[in-house]
Nanobody, 123 residues
Framework: QVQLVESGGGSVQAGGSLRLSCAAS????????MGWFRQAPGKEREFVGA????????NYADSVKGRFTISRDNAKNTAYLQMNSLKSEDTAVYYC????????????????WGSGTQVTVSS
């Protein structure tokens, strides 16, 4: 049984930072690309970034490039999203997801999903 559990969300002032964690179980974690997505009310789920199984390659959406950093610790079966210089437009539910087909930006390419964690940024 595959489970992905996000944590670390909360409320923060604009310009602040948060670190999200995604704990994985029930899969061969080092073989999975891990992606982060977000969804704000009234909007479609959008790609934030992804990291390949080895951790050697990443990809980011233009909207977060230079502010967010994805990392992973395969020994702990955990992926991370470090969010700095947060803006009000970053407010959304953030989801982690896994796939076995390299770096992908489409939600349809991900097989496993967490339930999400809320991030709220006040201006």
């Amino acid at each position: 049984q595959v489970q992905l559990v996000e944590s670390g969300g909360g409320s923060v002032q604009a310009g602040g930072s948060l670190r999200l964690s995604c704990a994985a179980s029930g899969l061969s974690f080092p073989t999975y690309t891990m992606g982060w997505f977000r969804q704000a009310p009234g909007k479609e789920r959008e790609f934030v970034g992804a990291i390949v199984g080895s951790g050697s390659g990443t990809n980011y959406a233009d909207s977060v490039k230079g502010r967010f950093t994805i990392s992973r610790d395969n020994a702990k079966n955990t992926a991370y999203l470090q969010m700095n210089s947060l803006k009000s437009e970053d407010t959304a539910v953030y989801y982690c997801a896994g796939n076995r087909i390299w770096l992908r930006r489409s939600p349809a390419d991900y097989n496993h999903w967490g339930s999400g964690t809320q991030v709220t940024v006040s201006s």
